[in-house]
């Protein structure tokens, strides 16, 4: 019987969701990360109170994210299709600003937003989805998580290049507000940018509303109007899958019978 090294141990923990142990490293990646999206959105209101209690949270959370990424590409194969991996660049992006801090450039600061795409590993692999229908829910997930994604970034860029400099950006709140109003194209015109960074970010925030959110949206709502063509009624005897589409004979799944017209019956 194969014995497993310690690497393969580490391995196969970083990406098991079904063990105890597998599933707790996951758990806790997860709500590391919804921590740190936490404290960046406080932050943006108390920084200027306790800069230094900020700053300390911040060292540790990123100490955790190197120890990570450390273990994650001592433990891989191919270390080069590891560095090269999405998921490998977004947790470099989500370290690099804490270092490029330390020679005080402030706008950098705004990069660790996008921290909020490391959930997309653990969106794609529906840790916490059923096996039923399991990837109509991630399509789902990854959908929203998207939409979520894109206002919430936006957001965080426009506060950071208007907060200074406009009375009526003086919190995250009201660039949420700014970002949502103006990626819905609906424009209430009551919050304008004043910076030249500001006006760019704004023109890139049309773009990608005209370019994306219809686009995102259409599949959201295309993946609600697969859902009701299931029969939910009709449950696999051999798997136990309990959705199939509406002119389904076999499961989807494992192959079995599930439904079939008697030609002749009365």
Not at 14 to 20: I, V
Not at 111 to 123: D, K, L, P, S
Not at 192 to 198: D, E, F, L, Q, S
Request: charged content about 20%; hydrophobic content about 50%.
């Amino acid at each position: 019987m194969h014995r497993k090294t310690i690497k393969e141990t580490v391995r196969f923990y970083l990406t098991d969701q079904t063990t105890k142990l597998g599933k707790a490293v996951d758990i806790f990646i997860i709500f590391l990360n919804l921590f740190t999206v936490g404290v960046f959105i406080v932050e943006a209101y108390l920084h200027d109170t306790n800069p230094a209690f900020f700053w300390n949270i911040e060292v540790a959370t990123v100490s955790i994210f190197i120890f990570e990424y450390i273990l994650r590409f001592w433990a891989a194969n191919k270390k080069l299709k590891h560095i090269t991996d999405i998921y490998s660049i977004i947790d470099i992006i989500a370290i690099i600003p804490t270092f490029i801090t330390f020679i005080d450039l402030r706008f950098i600061r705004v990069f660790r937003v996008f921290r909020i795409f490391r959930f997309m590993r653990f969106i794609n692999i529906g840790i916490f989805i059923s096996k039923d229908a399991k990837m109509h829910d991630i399509r789902i997930l990854r959908i929203i998580f998207t939409i979520i994604s894109i206002i919430f970034i936006f957001s965080s860029f426009i506060y950071e290049v208007e907060v200074d400099a406009n009375p009526d950006i003086e919190t995250l709140g009201s660039a949420i507000y700014f970002s949502i109003v103006t990626l819905s194209t609906v424009g209430f015109g009551d919050i304008v940018p004043v910076t030249v960074a500001g006006k760019l970010m704004t023109v890139l925030m049309i773009l990608v509303s005209i370019a994306l959110i219809p686009w995102q949206l259409g599949l959201l709502i295309k993946e609600f109007i697969f859902a009701d063509k299931k029969k939910r009624h009709i449950t696999c005897k051999k798997c136990g899958l309990l959705q199939h589409d509406c002119d389904a004979i076999h499961c989807k799944h494992c192959g079995t019978i599930i439904y079939r017209e008697n030609e002749g019956d009365d």
